[in-house]
């Protein structure tokens, strides 16, 4: 950065950006012939690469960058704000720059559109160099000696990112054949490839289909696909967001090591600040659009110079709050009985008599544990086929027991295919245990026995869940108050009291009352997830079970759903079972933990004792893998 | 791949069976004597019972249900399917027609595939557009009129004002005279298969495969004909199938409007004349055409959607 370089350092070799933190976001927005009304760009004369119309804030970089990023607007449509905002940035060679920011925020626009993959009716103001050519400029015929060959690109998701109709072999043939890459043969170029990113048995893998893999070996043949042609600068759009913690891992060392080899730049777009800190050179910090701040990722996170940069530094879960004192529980064991009522009627002294505790059969003891499973087994008979012809079973859960004391938070980690959702569903009653006993606050349900529709709602009423996509949980139909009231007409709350239950339950989670005639396409990401959470709360359950609740959630929003869930903990003596495969997450909330591998519970104990002293192999490899643990 | 052939074998002979035990049992039980019906209203009372008795037998009459269905379904294995009252051979009815309504079919599917697949293509991948548009109104348009509203009114401008076909269709039925036909039946469905193909394309379009395609810097013909219309092409391929299957079920009205010597004409006549067994002969062969149909479109849809063909036996 131009303002505080600090003497000799990665800061010598800095690229200096047009944009400092002391400048007001009002010089940032695009001026007036470059806005929305303004017909075409500026001539690509007025901006050279070697310099700018405005020379003293385009400081020459002392190296040669690989890409130039200039005053680039992005305007999807005419009467949208500009999606990118005279954003300005160098891509040095050899670099790793990350560009961060929320969703929204323009990162992945940023990206596409260096990409040249804006959609058609797109309006771009601005500048890309990459070398001698400018981007924004190309014709369609002209891009394809760009797109692929001097720019890779790797996608999001691996899942949906490779065409199913077409085996991994002909993926290879066609992006071969369209950059003439081997002329002789393409075989033995894409089994060259598919071995460069460490995947076995190339052979075989070129003749399998994309759904035979799974999500780490398509990332992987996403990669060997995207660096086919060598290119020079690799996007990378957040390539490993839908990928478990370990996989992540690899995958990202995979990039690393390759991009370095090939000499190649990696622009890596991320909302992971973890990842941000273990592996960018740089750091570019987005925000509605703008670039408010770039510099060296050292920099960056030790002084941030922005306060939205500070803002999602201090979102960033970390691992570290595993050693932080665990709050104590907020019921003594001293008082059994009321005490959980006692917790909830502190916080809600006007609660209406219309929620009688007559509603529940089960008497509550606080000497009782709020949830306890034993020896839960869960099996799933597969298909029959030609290697077992009698049919085979998938144990998903294997004989696994653990127990939610009162007021305490339990997390359930694991990796995707581990079991830990199936135990949720579970204890649920959505599946049947195929074995072993859950009990929920006293209340016992055995395998094999199809529960009745009255043990099913006394089960609800102890037992809520919020899930993980609050753009999938909510009925888009539905207004807030109808979202809210159906637990109530479950719950047999008298009509009169509903209005007023929805909105205590709204200000519970930290909504204004008068959200409750909303829609949820009218909300962001977190108000709807705190519509969920007030939905899981409507029948004053004993267990909340937060099936990787947070998960979805952009950063800053995940830690304020993480202070919510942690206030309601206390306010009303919730006991939780908190799912999720990030443990820096569990370090952040939980009290115990358990993880999971294989349907199997490797490993319970106290969340200090368990982060600092892991014991099972697999913790200690889960722990190792977690980004961003020198930094935060 | 081999056992998902078997499965689905086995369930299409399955259905046949069902279905042509159902159709039995439905005309068993349909009102009025069949004696009656093989000898006419009026002379029917003239006849003693020893005659009818023996009409009976012949037919199998005095047999209980099972028998009865059992005798006819030997009699349809060794390739016989009854004759009709002037006793002239079912299987000769269908050797005549089949070919005529399996020309009608091909030529129908073939048109709809090239145009609606065509024009599918076309207006969704610029959704929106000015084109888009024209050919959503005149896709609705088809949609609304009727095949013997349309039907006639081809047949009346090229057929009888400008004199460029022949208004009907000789008794060989050849694949020239059956185009314009064709072409009539295509139009109804077509509207549908446009519309199919275009939500399918503009659906494709914004797959993550195609922008990693394009990101790869494939060609863009390559990206519309093998990673868009490929993938769009997968519910397509079972609404031509299922359409091609109907088909052969003879198109009663288009055939009677161009006076095609078809399926669904021989079917009309042998209900009107109130022959049964005939008529039972002529759906069942209705009915295992279309099963047969079906599962050839099933396996097609395998080997075009790697995922069903693996899943399968994974």
Redesign the interface.
């Known amino acids: 950065m131009s303002h505080h370089q600090t003497g000799p350092g990665p800061a010598d070799t800095l690229a200096i950006i047009p944009v400092s933190p002391t400048k007001p976001a009002a010089q940032l927005t695009p001026a007036s012939q470059t806005g929305p009304a303004a017909s075409a760009k500026l001539p690509a004369a007025q901006l050279t690469p070697a310099g700018g119309p405005n020379p003293a804030a385009l400081l020459a970089p002392p190296g040669p960058a690989l890409a130039r990023i200039r005053d680039l607007s992005v305007w999807y449509t005419a009467h949208q704000p500009a999606a990118v905002a005279a954003a300005s940035l160098d891509i040095l060679p050899n670099e790793t720059l990350a560009v961060v920011g929320e969703s929204g925020s323009g990162k992945t626009t940023l990206a596409n559109a260096i990409?040249g993959?804006l959609p058609a009716q797109t309006r771009i103001t601005g500048q890309i160099w990459l070398g001698q050519n400018d981007l924004t400029d190309l014709t369609?015929r002209a891009?394809?000696?760009?797109?692929?060959?001097r720019?890779?690109?790797i996608?999001?998701?691996p899942m949906?990112?490779?065409?199913?109709?077409?085996?991994i072999g002909r993926h290879f043939r066609?992006?071969i054949a369209?950059?003439h890459l081997a002329p002789t043969g393409w075989r033995q170029l894409a089994v060259e490839r598919l071995a460069e990113v460490e995947l076995d048995d190339p052979h075989r893998l070129l003749r399998q289909?994309p759904?035979?893999l799974s999500g780490g070996m398509r990332q992987r043949v996403?990669i060997a696909?995207?660096l086919?042609?060598r290119p020079d600068l690799i996007i990378a759009d957040e390539p490993t967001s839908a990928l478990d913690v370990l996989v992540q891992k690899r995958v990202l060392d995979l990039l690393g090591s390759l991009t370095r080899r090939l000499n190649a730049s990696l622009m890596l777009i991320t909302h992971d600040l973890g990842l941000v800190a273990d592996r960018a050179d740089r750091v570019a910090v987005m925000k509605q659009g703008q670039i408010v701040e770039s510099g060296s990722t050292g920099d960056i996170i030790r002084h941030p110079g922005h306060s939205y940069t500070r803002q999602l530094l201090g979102a960033v879960p970390r691992l570290s709050a595993a050693l932080r004192p665990r709050t104590a529980r907020p019921i003594p064991q001293a008082a059994p009985g009321s005490q959980p009522e006692a917790g909830r009627s502190a916080s809600q002294p006007d609660r209406p008599g219309s929620q009688p505790d007559t509603l529940r059969s089960i008497p509550q003891t606080a000497d009782q544990p709020a949830l306890n499973i034993t020896d839960l087994v869960k099996d799933y008979r597969l298909?029959r086929?030609?290697k077992s012809p009698g049919g085979n079973t998938l144990r998903a859960v294997d004989h696994a027991s653990f127990t939610v004391q009162r007021g305490e938070c339990l997390a359930l980690v694991g990796e995707s295919g581990s079991g830990k959702s199936t135990i949720a569903k579970l204890i649920l009653g959505l599946e049947r245990p195929t074995a072993g006993h859950i009990t929920v606050s006293g209340l016992t349900s055995q395998a094999g026995r199809r529960p009745t529709n009255r043990q099913r709602q006394e089960r609800g009423q102890l037992i809520q869940v919020v899930f993980q996509d609050p753009y999938a949980s909510l009925d888009p139909q539905f207004t807030v108050a109808r979202v809210l009231a159906e637990p109530l007409i479950v719950g047999r709350t008298a009509r009169s009291s509903r209005p007023e239950r929805i909105a205590q339950l709204l200000n519970l989670v930290g909504l204004p009352s008068d959200m409750a005639q909303r829609y949820p396409s009218e909300l962001s990401g977190g108000q709807r997830q705190r519509v969920a959470i007030a939905r899981a709360l409507a029948p004053e359950p004993d267990v909340l079970i937060c099936d990787e609740a947070v998960s979805a959630l952009d950063v800053l929003v995940q830690a304020q759903i993480l202070d919510t869930l942690g206030d309601l903990r206390h306010k009303l003596g919730l006991s939780m079972l908190f799912i999720t495969h990030d443990l820096a997450v569990v370090a952040e909330i939980a009290d115990t933990v358990a993880v999971i591998t294989n349907g199997r519970i490797v490993e319970t104990g106290p969340v200090p004792q368990v982060f600092a002293d892991p014991r099972h192999p697999y913790t200690r490899q889960l722990l190792a893998a977690v980004p961003g643990q020198a930094a935060f | 791949m081999s056992r998902y052939v078997i499965n689905r074998v086995g369930q299409a002979v399955i259905v046949i069976l069902a279905a042509t035990l159902l159709l039995y049992a439905m005309v068993y039980a349909m009102p009025g004597d069949p004696v009656r019906a093989l000898v006419g209203e009026q002379r029917s009372s003239q006849l003693d019972e020893a005659t009818v008795a023996q009409i009976r037998a012949r037919y199998n009459l005095d047999r209980p249900f099972l028998v009865q269905y059992g005798l006819y379904l030997k009699g349809v294995l060794s390739g016989d399917l009854g004759t009709t009252f002037s006793e002239r051979p079912v299987t000769e009815i269908i050797a005549q027609a089949l070919p005529v309504t399996f020309r009608v079919a091909v030529l129908t599917v073939l048109i709809q595939a090239i145009i609606g697949i065509g024009v599918g293509l076309i207006a969704g991948r610029r959704r929106g557009g000015l084109l888009d548009g024209s050919v959503m109104v005149v896709t609705m348009v088809l949609i609304g009129v009727p095949t013997f509203v349309s039907g006639y009114v081809i047949q009346y401008f090229l057929g009888v004002r400008w004199g460029w076909i022949k208004p009907t269709v000789s008794a060989q039925a050849e694949w020239s005279e059956l185009i314009v036909p064709a072409a009539v039946l295509a139009l109804g469905s077509m509207a549908f298969l446009i519309r199919f193909t275009r939500s399918g394309v503009s659906e494709a379009l914004r797959a993550d495969h195609v922008k990693t395609a394009r990101a790869r810097g494939l060609p863009e013909w390559q990206i519309l004909i093998s990673h868009v219309l490929r993938n769009a092409l997968i519910p397509i391929v079972t609404v031509l199938g299922t359409e091609f299957g109907a088909l052969l079920g003879g198109a009663i009205i288009t055939e009677a409007v161009f006076n095609v010597p078809g399926y669904g004409q021989q079917v009309y006549q042998n209900i009107i004349r109130g022959e049964s067994a005939p008529t039972v002969s002529l759906v069942i062969v209705m009915v295992v055409a279309f099963v047969l149909v079906n599962l050839i479109v099933d396996l097609l849809y395998a080997a075009i959607n790697p995922k069903v063909r693996y899943v399968s036996h994974a």
Request: hydrophobic share 45%; charged share 20%; proline share 3%.
């Open positions: 990409i993959l369609r891009w394809r000696s760009f797109r692929g060959r720019i890779g690109y996608p999001q998701d949906l990112s490779l065409n199913e109709v077409w085996s066609q992006t369209a950059h289909f759904h035979q996403l696909l995207a086919l042609a298909r086929s030609a």
